[in-house]
């Protein structure tokens, strides 16, 4: 997936010093890199990278289409169509969708979730299943739509970067074995309209890396 193209340098920097903030050159959007406050850790519990009882990093995007009837997997990404999404809509207009990106191996293991006040107009967007689970007052790593940015920072901390509209949360947990290493990145990012949450997005992806 784009944004797990990290730079040795973090790495090297959060094993050195786990008690402190890395900056680094980080890729927040594809193609784009910006200066990134990377923090240590993973900062979730299980309960915060869960939504409608799907978790990123465990359940599957089989497990949500077995769960929400009539859902369906759709390709989208590059040409060779790397990520696949299901994606769910609510009465409101609020929408859910669920990728597996190309590190979500063959079990399509979901490693990001989007949470929306409304569909995007983007050509890449897929298709989404109507769902009576779907709304706009649920939460994404414990982050709700139509909230104030004062309102996130005061609840997550200050931004590792910002980006036009939208600002961004890295983190980095990296621990040591006498065979490999395990890496968990996780990314929150939350944008913004007329000063209100109305797109937020949580990534996560756990990787073993062999000494």
Known sequence: MWYHKRILTVLMLIT???SANSTTQFEVEPGVSVPVNVIPGSQFSDSHLRILDQTIGQSTLNDVMAKFSGSRES???DAAGSVKTVCLIGKDKSVVAFESGEM???KA???KVKLQSAPTTSTQEPACTPSRSVNRHIKLAGTGLNWSRQQIEKDKGTPSAKLG???YYVYNSTQQSKSKTRVVDTMLKVCFTNGRSNRIELSRIETHEPH
């Open 16 to 18: 050195a010093t786990e």
């Open 75 to 77: 390709n989208s990404g």
């Open 104 to 106: 979500g191996s063959a």
């Open 109 to 111: 293991q979901i490693t």
């Open 165 to 167: 509209d939208c600002i």
